[in-house]
Protein backbone atom coordinates (compact mmCIF):
# COMPACT_ATOMS: atom_id res chain seq x y z
CA UNK A 1 0.00 0.00 0.00
CA UNK A 2 1.46 3.40 -1.42
CA UNK A 3 2.19 6.38 1.51
CA UNK A 4 -0.05 9.57 1.22
CA UNK A 5 3.14 10.71 -0.30
CA UNK A 6 3.26 8.81 -2.41
CA UNK A 7 -0.47 8.80 -3.53
CA UNK A 8 0.09 12.87 -4.23
CA UNK A 9 3.34 12.24 -6.19
CA UNK A 10 1.82 9.62 -7.83
CA UNK A 11 -1.09 12.02 -8.90
CA UNK A 12 0.57 15.27 -9.61
CA UNK A 13 2.73 13.00 -12.21
CA UNK A 14 -0.41 11.92 -14.00
CA UNK A 15 -2.72 14.89 -13.52
CA UNK A 16 0.41 17.07 -15.45
CA UNK A 17 0.72 15.03 -17.87
CA UNK A 18 -3.02 14.94 -18.92
CA UNK A 19 -3.45 18.98 -18.32
CA UNK A 20 -2.55 18.85 -22.31
CA UNK A 21 -5.29 17.07 -22.94
CA UNK A 22 -7.58 18.49 -20.95
CA UNK A 23 -6.66 21.73 -22.26
CA UNK A 24 -6.99 20.42 -26.40
CA UNK A 25 -10.58 18.49 -25.48
CA UNK A 26 -11.67 22.15 -22.96
CA UNK A 27 -15.20 22.73 -25.18
CA UNK A 28 -15.87 19.00 -25.54
CA UNK A 29 -15.94 18.05 -22.00
CA UNK A 30 -17.08 21.38 -20.32
CA UNK A 31 -20.38 20.81 -22.44
CA UNK A 32 -20.14 16.78 -20.91
CA UNK A 33 -19.57 18.33 -17.39
CA UNK A 34 -22.06 21.32 -17.60
CA UNK A 35 -25.63 19.51 -16.15
CA UNK A 36 -23.05 18.49 -12.96
CA UNK A 37 -21.75 22.33 -12.57
CA UNK A 38 -25.33 23.49 -12.88
CA UNK A 39 -26.42 20.78 -10.37
CA UNK A 40 -24.10 21.87 -7.80
CA UNK A 41 -24.33 25.53 -7.82
CA UNK A 42 -28.20 25.15 -7.61
CA UNK A 43 -27.14 23.63 -4.57
CA UNK A 44 -24.45 26.25 -3.20
CA UNK A 45 -26.58 29.15 -2.75
CA UNK A 46 -24.20 31.63 -4.48
CA UNK A 47 -24.45 35.08 -3.50
CA UNK A 48 -23.10 37.75 -5.10
CA UNK A 49 -20.23 38.57 -2.63
CA UNK A 50 -19.34 34.36 -2.12
CA UNK A 51 -15.89 33.54 -0.61
CA UNK A 52 -15.93 30.25 -2.54
CA UNK A 53 -12.97 27.42 -2.43
CA UNK A 54 -12.68 25.29 -5.19
CA UNK A 55 -10.80 21.78 -4.34
CA UNK A 56 -9.39 19.83 -7.31
CA UNK A 57 -10.62 22.81 -9.29
CA UNK A 58 -7.69 20.91 -12.30
CA UNK A 59 -8.88 23.73 -15.69
CA UNK A 60 -11.24 25.60 -13.41
CA UNK A 61 -14.69 24.35 -12.78
CA UNK A 62 -16.87 24.55 -10.99
CA UNK A 63 -14.54 27.53 -9.85
CA UNK A 64 -14.96 29.76 -12.57
CA UNK A 65 -18.81 29.53 -12.91
CA UNK A 66 -19.31 30.63 -9.51
CA UNK A 67 -16.59 33.42 -9.92
CA UNK A 68 -19.22 34.52 -12.84
CA UNK A 69 -22.06 34.51 -10.46
CA UNK A 70 -20.31 36.26 -7.31
CA UNK A 71 -18.72 39.55 -9.22
CA UNK A 72 -18.29 41.34 -5.49
CA UNK A 73 -16.94 38.12 -4.21
CA UNK A 74 -13.44 36.05 -4.43
CA UNK A 75 -12.91 32.25 -5.71
CA UNK A 76 -9.52 30.01 -4.88
CA UNK A 77 -9.11 27.21 -7.74
CA UNK A 78 -6.98 24.48 -5.57
CA UNK A 79 -5.42 21.39 -7.33
CA UNK A 80 -2.68 19.57 -6.82
CA UNK A 81 -1.17 19.97 -9.84
CA UNK A 82 0.72 23.04 -11.29
CA UNK A 83 -0.15 22.26 -14.86
CA UNK A 84 -3.46 21.89 -14.58
CA UNK A 85 -4.19 25.03 -12.24
CA UNK A 86 -2.14 26.90 -15.41
CA UNK A 87 -4.66 25.87 -17.73
CA UNK A 88 -7.81 26.97 -15.16
CA UNK A 89 -5.64 30.37 -15.32
CA UNK A 90 -5.16 30.83 -18.61
CA UNK A 91 -9.35 29.82 -19.46
CA UNK A 92 -10.24 32.64 -16.43
CA UNK A 93 -8.31 34.97 -18.76
CA UNK A 94 -10.35 34.28 -21.61
CA UNK A 95 -13.41 34.28 -20.25
CA UNK A 96 -12.43 38.13 -18.48
CA UNK A 97 -13.28 36.48 -15.24
CA UNK A 98 -10.48 38.18 -12.77
CA UNK A 99 -11.87 37.44 -8.97
CA UNK A 100 -10.39 34.28 -8.89
CA UNK A 101 -6.62 33.50 -7.80
CA UNK A 102 -5.20 29.75 -8.37
CA UNK A 103 -3.40 28.17 -5.47
CA UNK A 104 -1.25 24.75 -5.48
CA UNK A 105 -1.74 22.67 -2.42
CA UNK A 106 -3.67 19.11 -1.85
CA UNK A 107 -6.75 18.82 -0.59
CA UNK A 108 -6.29 17.19 2.58
CA UNK A 109 -3.77 20.28 3.56
CA UNK A 110 -5.51 23.34 2.94
CA UNK A 111 -3.59 26.67 3.44
CA UNK A 112 -6.28 28.39 5.08
CA UNK A 113 -7.64 29.71 8.36
CA UNK A 114 -11.04 27.84 9.87
CA UNK A 115 -14.30 29.51 8.66
CA UNK A 116 -12.65 31.41 5.56
CA UNK A 117 -15.24 30.38 2.72
CA UNK A 118 -18.59 30.34 2.47
CA UNK A 119 -19.00 27.42 0.00
CA UNK A 120 -16.69 24.77 -1.08
CA UNK A 121 -17.08 22.84 -4.04
CA UNK A 122 -15.18 19.84 -5.79
CA UNK A 123 -16.18 18.08 -8.84
CA UNK A 124 -14.80 15.08 -10.12
CA UNK A 125 -11.89 15.24 -7.20
CA UNK A 126 -12.92 13.28 -4.24
CA UNK A 127 -11.91 10.05 -5.87
CA UNK A 128 -7.98 10.79 -6.06
CA UNK A 129 -7.28 12.09 -2.52
CA UNK A 130 -5.14 9.68 -0.60
CA UNK A 131 -7.56 9.61 2.93
CA UNK A 132 -11.17 10.59 2.23
CA UNK A 133 -12.08 11.48 5.46
CA UNK A 134 -9.01 14.03 6.58
CA UNK A 135 -9.91 15.95 3.23
CA UNK A 136 -13.42 16.15 4.43
CA UNK A 137 -12.51 17.26 7.72
CA UNK A 138 -10.75 20.13 5.91
CA UNK A 139 -13.76 21.07 3.55
CA UNK A 140 -15.60 21.44 7.25
CA UNK A 141 -12.50 23.50 8.75
CA UNK A 142 -12.55 25.68 6.05
CA UNK A 143 -16.79 26.43 5.98
CA UNK A 144 -18.41 29.38 7.69
CA UNK A 145 -21.17 28.28 10.09
CA UNK A 146 -23.92 27.30 7.47
CA UNK A 147 -21.61 27.19 4.77
CA UNK A 148 -21.78 24.48 2.01
CA UNK A 149 -20.18 21.82 0.78
CA UNK A 150 -21.41 20.57 -2.85
CA UNK A 151 -19.09 17.27 -4.37
CA UNK A 152 -19.56 15.18 -7.72
CA UNK A 153 -17.95 11.82 -8.13
CA UNK A 154 -18.78 9.19 -10.49
CA UNK A 155 -21.73 6.40 -10.03
CA UNK A 156 -20.40 2.69 -11.14
CA UNK A 157 -18.74 2.34 -14.59
CA UNK A 158 -22.03 0.19 -16.10
CA UNK A 159 -24.09 3.58 -16.38
CA UNK A 160 -20.91 5.51 -17.67
CA UNK A 161 -20.50 4.23 -20.97
CA UNK A 162 -18.86 7.31 -22.12
CA UNK A 163 -15.82 5.31 -20.36
CA UNK A 164 -16.75 1.67 -20.29
CA UNK A 165 -16.94 1.49 -24.19
CA UNK A 166 -12.64 2.10 -24.08
CA UNK A 167 -12.06 0.01 -21.02
CA UNK A 168 -13.87 -2.73 -21.93
CA UNK A 169 -12.38 -2.65 -25.33
CA UNK A 170 -8.75 -2.61 -23.20
CA UNK A 171 -9.75 -5.51 -21.10
CA UNK A 172 -10.26 -7.27 -24.37
CA UNK A 173 -6.37 -6.94 -24.80
CA UNK A 174 -4.74 -6.67 -21.48
CA UNK A 175 -5.37 -8.31 -17.98
CA UNK A 176 -6.13 -4.83 -16.23
CA UNK A 177 -5.19 -4.87 -12.55
CA UNK A 178 -8.24 -4.07 -10.37
CA UNK A 179 -7.83 -0.74 -8.57
CA UNK A 180 -6.82 -0.74 -4.95
CA UNK A 181 -10.99 0.22 -3.42
CA UNK A 182 -8.74 2.32 -0.66
CA UNK A 183 -6.85 4.00 -3.42
CA UNK A 184 -7.72 6.79 -6.12
CA UNK A 185 -9.10 5.39 -9.07
CA UNK A 186 -11.98 7.27 -10.91
CA UNK A 187 -15.21 5.37 -9.66
CA UNK A 188 -14.12 4.55 -6.14
CA UNK A 189 -16.73 6.68 -4.84
CA UNK A 190 -19.52 5.15 -6.79
CA UNK A 191 -21.45 3.75 -3.76
CA UNK A 192 -24.33 5.39 -2.84
CA UNK A 193 -24.05 7.19 0.33
CA UNK A 194 -19.85 6.69 -0.13
CA UNK A 195 -19.40 10.47 0.11
CA UNK A 196 -22.76 11.53 2.49
CA UNK A 197 -21.27 9.25 5.21
CA UNK A 198 -17.92 11.21 5.16
CA UNK A 199 -19.99 14.59 5.44
CA UNK A 200 -21.94 13.13 8.68
CA UNK A 201 -18.29 12.05 9.83
CA UNK A 202 -17.02 15.61 9.29
CA UNK A 203 -20.21 17.02 11.36
CA UNK A 204 -21.87 18.36 8.13
CA UNK A 205 -25.97 18.04 8.66
CA UNK A 206 -28.91 18.33 5.79
CA UNK A 207 -26.66 15.96 3.60
CA UNK A 208 -28.65 15.00 0.23
CA UNK A 209 -26.99 13.38 -3.18
CA UNK A 210 -28.65 12.66 -6.16
CA UNK A 211 -28.00 11.84 -9.69
CA UNK A 212 -27.33 13.92 -12.52
CA UNK A 213 -27.64 12.82 -16.08
CA UNK A 214 -24.42 13.43 -18.74
CA UNK A 215 -24.17 13.60 -22.21
CA UNK A 216 -20.85 13.04 -24.13
CA UNK A 217 -21.07 14.76 -27.58
CA UNK A 218 -18.52 14.48 -30.30
CA UNK A 219 -18.36 14.86 -33.99
CA UNK A 220 -17.37 11.41 -35.40
CA UNK A 221 -16.32 7.84 -33.29
CA UNK A 222 -13.07 8.87 -34.51
CA UNK A 223 -13.20 11.83 -32.40
CA UNK A 224 -14.64 9.96 -29.08
CA UNK A 225 -12.13 8.08 -29.41
CA UNK A 226 -9.31 10.53 -29.62
CA UNK A 227 -10.46 12.92 -27.08
CA UNK A 228 -10.84 9.66 -24.74
CA UNK A 229 -7.37 8.03 -25.22
CA UNK A 230 -5.82 11.39 -24.42
CA UNK A 231 -7.78 12.92 -21.51
CA UNK A 232 -9.36 10.28 -19.28
CA UNK A 233 -6.92 9.13 -16.46
CA UNK A 234 -8.37 5.45 -16.27
CA UNK A 235 -7.79 4.88 -20.02
CA UNK A 236 -4.23 6.61 -20.33
CA UNK A 237 -3.37 4.87 -17.72
CA UNK A 238 -4.34 1.71 -19.28
CA UNK A 239 -3.15 2.72 -22.70
CA UNK A 240 0.11 3.06 -21.32
CA UNK A 241 0.14 -0.69 -20.78
CA UNK A 242 -0.23 -1.78 -24.47
CA UNK A 243 1.58 -2.07 -27.68
CA UNK A 244 1.40 -0.32 -31.19
CA UNK A 245 -0.55 -3.64 -32.73
CA UNK A 246 -3.00 -3.79 -29.48
CA UNK A 247 -3.95 0.00 -29.26
CA UNK A 248 -4.88 -0.45 -33.11
CA UNK A 249 -7.11 -2.63 -32.22
CA UNK A 250 -8.44 -1.19 -29.37
CA UNK A 251 -8.80 1.54 -31.28
CA UNK A 252 -10.96 -0.16 -34.19
CA UNK A 253 -13.01 -1.90 -31.50
CA UNK A 254 -13.71 1.53 -30.19
CA UNK A 255 -14.69 3.42 -33.03
CA UNK A 256 -17.06 0.45 -33.94
CA UNK A 257 -18.55 0.73 -30.77
CA UNK A 258 -19.15 4.55 -30.81
CA UNK A 259 -20.36 4.60 -33.99
CA UNK A 260 -23.51 2.77 -32.60
CA UNK A 261 -24.33 5.81 -30.50
CA UNK A 262 -24.44 8.34 -33.93
CA UNK A 263 -27.54 10.39 -34.50
CA UNK A 264 -28.09 13.54 -36.03
CA UNK A 265 -24.47 13.75 -37.22
CA UNK A 266 -22.93 13.48 -33.59
CA UNK A 267 -22.04 10.60 -31.28
CA UNK A 268 -23.90 10.92 -28.20
CA UNK A 269 -22.83 8.88 -25.27
CA UNK A 270 -24.71 8.67 -21.54
CA UNK A 271 -22.91 8.57 -18.29
CA UNK A 272 -24.33 9.31 -14.80
CA UNK A 273 -22.82 11.64 -11.86
CA UNK A 274 -24.04 12.07 -8.04
CA UNK A 275 -23.84 15.07 -6.56
CA UNK A 276 -23.89 15.37 -3.07
CA UNK A 277 -24.42 18.33 -0.45
CA UNK A 278 -24.02 19.30 2.92
CA UNK A 279 -24.10 21.92 5.51
CA UNK A 280 -21.45 23.53 8.17
C1 LIG B 1 -10.95 14.83 -12.96
S1 LIG B 1 -9.97 16.21 -12.52
C2 LIG B 1 -11.28 17.31 -12.05
C3 LIG B 1 -11.00 18.73 -12.42
C4 LIG B 1 -12.19 19.71 -12.33
N1 LIG B 1 -12.70 19.84 -10.97
C5 LIG B 1 -13.31 19.31 -13.26
O1 LIG B 1 -14.33 18.77 -12.79
O2 LIG B 1 -13.16 19.53 -14.48
C6 LIG B 1 -9.30 15.73 -10.95
C7 LIG B 1 -8.33 16.74 -10.35
O3 LIG B 1 -8.00 16.30 -9.02
C8 LIG B 1 -6.70 16.78 -8.74
N2 LIG B 1 -6.14 16.10 -7.56
C9 LIG B 1 -5.74 14.82 -7.43
N3 LIG B 1 -5.29 14.61 -6.16
C10 LIG B 1 -5.43 15.77 -5.49
C11 LIG B 1 -5.14 16.20 -4.15
N4 LIG B 1 -4.63 15.36 -3.24
N5 LIG B 1 -5.41 17.47 -3.80
C12 LIG B 1 -5.91 18.35 -4.71
N6 LIG B 1 -6.20 18.01 -6.00
C13 LIG B 1 -5.96 16.74 -6.38
C14 LIG B 1 -5.95 16.49 -10.04
O4 LIG B 1 -4.73 17.21 -10.14
C15 LIG B 1 -7.00 16.88 -11.08
O5 LIG B 1 -6.83 18.20 -11.53
Not at 5 to 30: C, F, H, N, T, Y
Not at 38 to 60: F, K, N, P, V
Not at 220 to 243: C, G, T
Not at 244 to 272: K, L, S, Y
Amino acid sequence: MPSHDEIREAQRAAWAGLSAGWEKWDPVIMDQLGPVTTAMIERLDIADDQRHLDIASGTGEPGLTVAGLAPRGHVVLTDLSAEMLAVATRRARAQGIANVEARVCSADDLPFADATFDSVSVRFGYMFLPDLASATAEFRRVLTPGGRLCSSVWVRPEENPWTSIVMDAIAAEVVLTPPDPDGPSMFRCAAPGCVGDLYEVAGLRDVDEWDVRVELVTRSPEEYWAMISEHVSLAVAALAQVDGPARERIATAVIARAGAHEADGAVRIPGVARCIVGTA
